[in-house]
């Protein structure tokens, strides 16, 4: 990290819309020399429970209580004053003076979404004023060397994605590809392929979830796992080769009175755990994310070892990338992978921190877009920059994917 100081010369704040047209809010920081950038933030449906809160103005008679006004006001009215004409040795020294000013251990005062947005406009102006790339930056502020991710890319959808005609919320396919082009390039004909085998088998083509993947209606979640394996075999490639599986179960959204209200069936942790392995053993998966409920401490290490050896373990709202709740994890060894979301925690360096103690600890990380998200690219200077395993950002269609998908394959080609 360079030494020199930076001076925030004025901070301003715009309401925006997502990619389910709700609110958000996007930043424009200047620098002291006239530099100038801006960065908005995404916004989950799926979220943990322990996540740093989104701030949503509550007003029912506008955006149905989603509008991001106060967010707005409290960049205008609190953050502005307090930062304008302040100098900042590091991004850790900015994004502390944030949490400072929000004052509570889950930004409910300012708002995440908020400080966020401050957080991740001032990291690309800063880097705009020293003339590196965003990704440059991130990795300066981690010290790690950066390296591509393995795509995940949502290609069916159930749960709170779509219209919980299946439990489950994300099943993804992951191309095991020399370069982000040649993974883009298959996951065009496993995508096709899919849509085709679902015009075949409902009749009808099938409709798409938040984020872009196809979300028809299946009976149960092996049905989407089966169908995955299907449409990577009519697109010519090799399930378990050249094309493996990621499933997102999400299941804290339908465990009901200490049961996983799994396709109809009524499972027990014991159970469930049990389900998870035979998928595990049955499919080639990379990785199961929330196989068990956020607050099912005692059992996430009993699936952790049970799935060893078959695939990754892997925590979003069970970790929401806290890091008090990933320090917790580690000691007990719950799992082994973590889902990286930056609005879970509300700061870059806060990112940063979690992203560290998951590297400490020898677990994989994964970069993650969010549901609701905006057509900013800053993700994938993320997941470069972090040296991040893997990343999931959705779907191959719609522009707030697209977006992270064409910022990978400009980074990739910047180093040809
Ligand atoms: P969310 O879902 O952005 O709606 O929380 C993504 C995920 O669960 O991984
Ligand atoms: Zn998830």
Redesign the pocket.
């Given at each position: 990290m360079a030494t020199e100081l930076t001076r925030i010369e004025k901070l301003s704040a715009l309401e925006i819309l997502d990619s389910r047209g709700r609110p958000t809010i996007k930043c424009f920081c200047t620098l002291e020399g006239g530099i100038s950038a801006s960065a908005s933030v995404p916004s989950?449906?799926?979220?943990g429970g322990s996540e740093a809160m989104e701030l949503r103005d509550g007003n029912p008679n506008r955006f149905r209580g989603l509008g991001c006004l106060n967010a707005v006001s409290n960049l205008q009215q609190v953050l502005a004053p307090a930062l304008e004409g302040e100098s900042f040795s590091s991004q850790a020294a900015l994004d502390h003076r944030l949490q400072e000013l929000d004052g509570t251990s889950d930004k409910s005062n300012l708002g995440a979404n908020t400080l966020l947005a401050v957080s991740l406009a001032f990291a690309r102006a800063t880097a705009c004023s020293r003339k590196i790339s965003l990704h440059q930056y991130f990795s300066e502020i981690l010290g790690v060397k950066p390296r591509m991710p393995r795509l995940t890319v949502n290609l069916f959808s159930g749960g709170?994605?779509a219209g919980e005609q299946v439990s489950i919320?994300d099943v993804l396919i992951v191309p095991n590809a020399e370069s982000i082009k040649d993974s883009l390039a298959s996951v065009y004909e496993v995508y096709q392929s899919a849509a085709d085998g679902m015009l075949e088998r409902f009749g009808m083509r099938a409709l798409t979830a938040d984020e872009g993947g196809l979300a028809p209606s299946f009976e149960n979640s092996i049905q989407v796992l089966e169908e995955a394996c299907s449409a990577i075999e009519r697109a010519g490639l090799k399930p378990g080769q050249e094309m493996h599986l990621a499933v997102?179960v999400?299941s804290s959204h339908f465990y009901k009175e200490s049961k996983y209200e799994l396709d109809g069936e009524s499972l027990t942790g014991q159970e469930m755990i049990q389900t998870l392995n035979e998928w595990a053993s049955r499919f080639p998966l990379v990785s199961i994310?929330d196989g068990l409920h956020e607050e099912a401490w005692e059992f996430w290490p009993e699936l952790t070892q049970a799935l060893d050896n078959l695939c990754l373990t892997l925590g979003?709202?069970f970790l929401c990338t806290n890091p008090g709740r990933i320090r917790r994890a580690v000691k007990s060894s719950a799992c082994n992978a973590l889902?990286l979301k930056l609005n879970q925690v509300g700061t870059l360096s806060e990112g940063a921190e979690a992203c560290r103690l998951a590297r400490e600890a020898g677990w994989k990380v994964v970069v993650?877009a969010?549901?609701?998200e905006t057509e900013d690219d800053w993700l994938a200077d993320l997941a470069f920059g972090w040296a991040a395993d893997y990343i999931?950002v959705g779907s191959i269609t719609q522009s707030e994917r697209l977006a992270k998908y064409n910022r990978l394959l400009e980074i990739e080609s910047s180093y040809d």
């Open positions: 989950g449906a799926s979220t709170k994605h919320q997102d999400a994310e979003d709202d889902l993650s969010r549901s609701g999931k």
